[in-house]
């Protein structure tokens, strides 16, 4: 449908970000205003199908973990998901604004394929290791409210001009004339991962444990 079928005024449908995508269509004229931008919405109607299916892939893969007699199973899954998702990339481009399926396919495919490798190693191996996957697991609702919350003060903080917060840590720390802009990115992420991180091990060992 959103790649095949023309809208209503005869436009060819596109998988771009465009006015003339069926996602964005749908959700213009059903939602109206009430879109997260005037002619895109990331969390949309038609979108919001596909990650549902996303969601489902994660609770069957879970609800039947201890009920396959091999892990090789998991990771059989795993790469049929992937294979899946790159063939029908093909006809149905990898797109995240609109949860396309083959997105759906390649991110429940990595997402099974991880779990398949950490499962092996700590649970059938019995190595020791991803306590901080425990510190951030026990306040993860907390952490990621906490991310949205600081992300948009930053935005919405400004510095001078059309500058904001965001944007001056990044150059004042990140950005240097002997790192590549790709590699500034890359550090100012690791940072901002590391300061999460650090939260949620923290919280740990105060035993401060916030649910909903």
Not at 3 to 23: C, E, M, R, V
Not at 98 to 117: M, Q
């Amino acid at each position: 449908m959103l790649g095949f079928i023309p809208l209503p005024d005869g436009t060819l449908s596109t998988f771009d970000k465009a006015p003339n995508n069926w996602a964005n269509y749908i959700d213009l004229n059903i939602l109206g205003k009430h879109m997260w931008q005037a002619d895109y919405d990331p969390e949309g109607l038609l979108s919001t199908i596909p990650s549902i299916v996303t969601c489902i892939s994660g609770v069957l893969v879970a609800k039947h973990l201890d009920h396959f007699k091999s892990i090789k199973y998991l990771f059989i899954i795993a790469f049929i998901l992937l294979a899946s998702g790159a063939v029908f990339n093909i006809w149905f481009p990898l797109n995240k604004a609109i949860w396309s399926s083959s997105f759906v396919l390649i991110t429940s495919g990595w997402a099974t394929l991880i779990l398949a490798v950490v499962y092996y190693l700590k649970d059938i191996r019995q190595i020791k290791f991803g306590n901080i996957f425990k510190y951030v697991g026990m306040n993860a609702i907390t952490i990621y409210f906490l991310s949205s919350f600081i992300s948009k003060t930053m935005y919405l903080t400004k510095t001078g001009g059309n500058n904001n917060l965001h944007s001056f840590m990044y150059n004042t720390f990140f950005v240097q004339s002997f790192l590549s802009d790709n590699f500034s990115s890359l550090l100012y992420g690791v940072a901002v991962v590391a300061f999460y991180l650090s939260i949620g091990y923290l919280m740990f060992r105060k035993k401060i444990f916030i649910k909903v």
